[in-house]
């Protein structure tokens, strides 16, 4: 018998994304979004703080660190960014961190849903 190592598969799909969120719908757009990123394994970029790093830092692991969440944020943030209208993301590109955008989006959403 040949047993084979577990090899985690990615959970979502590309054609399991939310559907582009265009203003209407916002707790179910928020839900799914939320669900997609965990899947990918991105949400955690949603509610940290980048790590910090003095510019003379010659630790190449704590270097390490900050390039893979310098990587993940961004991919986090375009996710996010690729699933809004385009009148949306002109909006939002100009957020830094995916958890700035992510904030902003609620934080101007819920003002709206209120108005």
């Known amino acids: 018998m040949v047993v084979q190592p577990h090899v985690a598969q990615p959970v979502a799909a590309q054609g399991e994304r939310p559907e582009k969120f265009s203003g209407t719908e916002f707790k179910r757009w928020h839900q799914?979004?939320?669900f997609y990123l965990t899947t990918l394994n991105l949400a955690r970029f949603l509610s940290e703080e980048a790590p910090v790093v003095s510019e003379?830092?010659?630790?190449?692991?704590?270097?390490?660190?900050?390039d893979a969440w310098v990587h993940g944020?961004?991919?986090c943030r375009n996710y996010i960014l690729n699933g809004l209208s385009d009148t949306l993301y002109n909006?939002?590109?100009s957020?830094?961190?995916?958890r700035a955008l992510w904030e902003s989006w609620k934080r101007n959403t819920r003002q709206r849903m209120l108005a």
């Open 32 to 34: 799914k979004m939320l």
């Open 56 to 66: 003379g830092e010659t630790d190449t692991q704590k270097r390490a660190a900050m």
């Open 73 to 75: 944020d961004f991919l």
């Open 91 to 93: 909006v939002y590109s």
């Open 95 to 98: 957020a830094k961190t995916a």
